[in-house]
Each structure stands twice: as C-alpha cells, then as structure tokens.
C-alpha cells in the first residue's frame, strides 16, 4: 500500500529536520536549516517519494535524493531573494534568509546548500543521481539568467528550465533510486515534464504573472488544464500502481495558494 | 615519463579552454568562462595531474577531476568578489565578474561554475570523485564563513578549511582517479595538507596579512619552510616516482608572486 502524499511529506519533513549538516560547516549551519524549515508544500520530495514507491521502491531509501532536490530549490530562493537578484524582504510571511543573517551569510548559505545537495545525491553508490541533480541545477539556472535579463519572449523554453528542470529531476532521482530501467524511463520523465508545466501555469495564475501576464488568466487556467490531463493520461500508460501520483496531479491542478 | 608542471599545466589551459558548458546556461556562458580564462598558475589542477601521474595513471583520464577542482576555485573567487562579500572591483589585474557582468550574472555564474564542477566530477563511474569534491567545497564555505564572522582567532583552522580543503581534494580526486587503495591514500593525503599550509603560508608572506600579520613576516616564512621540509619528507616515504611532486613543493616554496 503506497503512502499518500501527506504521510510521504511528513516523512520528508522529518528527513530535513534531522538532517546532519557537515560539521565544517560550524554556525552557518542555522542559515541553512532557516530557510529549509520555512517549509511551503515541499511538492518536489513529495513528488520524489511518491514516484519511488510507485515504481516499486521503499520511499525512505529516496529520502536523500528528494532531500537533495528540496536542498537545490531552497538554494534557487536564498540566492534568488538576495539584493544582487530580486532584492526580496520576505519569503513565505518570514524576513528572507539575507535580512535574517546579513547578504554575505545568505550567499554562503545558497552555496552551502547547493553543496550538501549533491553530498547528499552522493551517498548512492552510483552517480546517476548526482548526474540528473547537476543537470536539473544548470538548467535551472539557465532559466534564472533569461529572466534576470529580461530574455523571456519564449515563455515555454524558460519555464521549461526555471521550474520544470527541478521537477524533471524529481521524478528522475525517484527513477535511478528505483532502479526503473533507462528504456521504461521516458513515460515516467514525460509524466514529471506535464507536471512541471501544470505547477507553473497555475503558480502564475494565482500571481497574475507569467503565463497569466501574458495570454491572460483564463487562457493560463486552459494550459493548467490541459497539462493536467495529459499529465493523468501518461500515468495511465505506466504499467504500475500511480494512484497516489494521480493524486498529486488532482491537488495541484486545484490549489489555491 | 612523468610530464613538468608546465606541461601540466599546458594541458589543464587546453582542457578548460575547449571545456563544453551546459548549453542550457545560455549567454550565462561567457561569465563563466571571463573568471575562468584570468588563468593564474592552476596550483591546484596541476596538482592533481602530478599526483594521478606519479601514482601510475594517465594524467588525462584526471583531467576532468582536476578542472572540477579549479572551477570551485573560481566559484569561490567570483563569489568572494561580489559586494556582498569582499567588494573587490579587480582581480588578476581585470575588472571581476562582477564588475564585468553585473551582480546578478556574477551570482549565478558563481553558481553555474560550481554545479559544473559537479557536472565534470559526475562524469566519472564512481562517486568517490564528487563526494571528495563535495566535502572540500563544504569545508571551504565553512572557512569563508569563518572569514566574513571575524572568527579567525585560530587561524590554523581557517587556513585548514579555506584553503587546505581544496588542497586536499586536488590530492585526493587523483588518488581516485588513479584507482590509489584506500589504505594506501593516507601519505599521500599528509602530503597535501603541507601542501597546502605551504601554499597559504607563502599567501600570506606575499601578502603581509594572515600569518605574516599575526607571527609576522619571518615566523610565517619559517612556517612555509617547515611545511615545505615536511611535504619532502612525506614524498620520500612514497613508494612511487614522485620527482614531479618534489619540483611543485620547490616552486611553491620559491614562488615570490
């Protein structure tokens, strides 16, 4: 019987909140731990596990590979916030990680981040994981450079790498841990792909930017939509109990915040 | 025939200089290759190319190891750089990447050098390569940290983190890649670690800060000269052909720039 997905994010909630950081690391460490606790929905690990057990693993034997992936996320903010970048004061109703700790803490802290993620997708004997999380990382960052100078005529492209290359990475760290074969990997990778397009279509929804800005909300509801129902179409053509994926589709297409 | 430093050093500018970045960075490309072409003298690369020699591999199959290993160099430099830290408007004699680029490019550059050492470390079959790489990365962050708090009372520890950890990986990314046992890696590593007090000691001399502020400048001289005398001595109980090491331990202690 898989987890569903409230029990699987409780399970990485408490993964992060144990989580032993490098000792070298000494009192940057509660830089670190600030923003990773700061929480939000934890979607990427929750997306992590679930794929896991839905291609046969135990989800707690993903916990560092989805760990990693939320580490990577949490590092896009901290950077993302600080005031070279978007000069945000607040993230998730709390000071941001650079107006707690000063700009050179935070800096550090987003590097720090990014370090113990690939630490961590380096604990499995095979660096598959390590492999799809450096991808996933420059292609995000890809997309961060288009936006910060303002190359965003191709909306898709840049979605596709500012968020959907963390969500690919998601699901293909689930996949390696798995050990799903490379051959039955690209329904899965495609699946996470809809996905990816689905968060972000109704992130701009409720923040009236992006998609939203740019054809309008209905419109952006429309691609929400649609990517939503491909996304359930590839899970029924993966030959494995995707219930709670299924699950995962439903919610993110309907939240609200 | 183990190859001179110089050719060494030949080799790594050739390797970085035709090294394909992620094409999903984008224009991002060219501030990673700016702080990366600055050159300087490749201590840490051509180390790890004279240890996978003298250890009985072929240096190129280090290549991409030992250019992971300066490309955290340089993240960490283009990072070190920005306002947020130290503020230096120049470095090698050029304006920084920030200076260069802007603060955000900089930023992310920073960044994208540091996921593409991964990348380059990853590329290996084994995970030894990335986890010695990540565990330094980490260690130098925590030195950094240590720097921008004032903790330096125990400059020893500083100097161990920021710059001997890195020291340290160089030696150690070529033990694995040379396939060097694990219970034969310890001598090796000891050489490192004079290496790199060596290394930071003669920093400081040529800098009047660090040691030379706190001993002054004669103590800090005979620190380098104690750290060169040990490094020699860890050599010659090497079962291996380490004339190529001996001549970078001389240079180093030699070196007036």
Known sequence: MNRNPEELRTLVEGYLAELAFTPELGGLEQALRYPLAAGGKRVRPVLSLAVAEAAGAVAEHCLPAAAAVELVHTFSLVHDDLPAMDDDAERRGRPSAHIAFGDATALLAGDALLAEAFRLALSYPAPMVGRELAQATLGMIGGQFRDVTG???????????????????????????????????????????????????????????????????????????????????RLEAIPADTGVLTEIVASLAARTA
């Not at 840049?158 to 390696?176: C, D």
């Not at 309008?216 to 359930?232: I, P, Q, S, T």
């Open 151 to 233: 190359d965003t005529a191709d909306l898709a492209a840049l979605h596709r790498l500012k968020t959907g290359a963390l969500f690919s990475a998601a699901v293909g760290v689930a996949l390696w841990v798995a050990e799903v074969p490379e051959g039955e990997q690209p329904a899965w990778r495609a699946f996470g792909d809809e996905l990816g397009l689905l968060f972000q279509a109704i992130d701009d929804v409720l923040d009236g930017d992006g998609y939203a800005a740019a054809v309008g909300v209905d419109e952006a509801r429309r691609l929400a939509d649609d990517a939503a129902a491909r996304a359930h179409a």
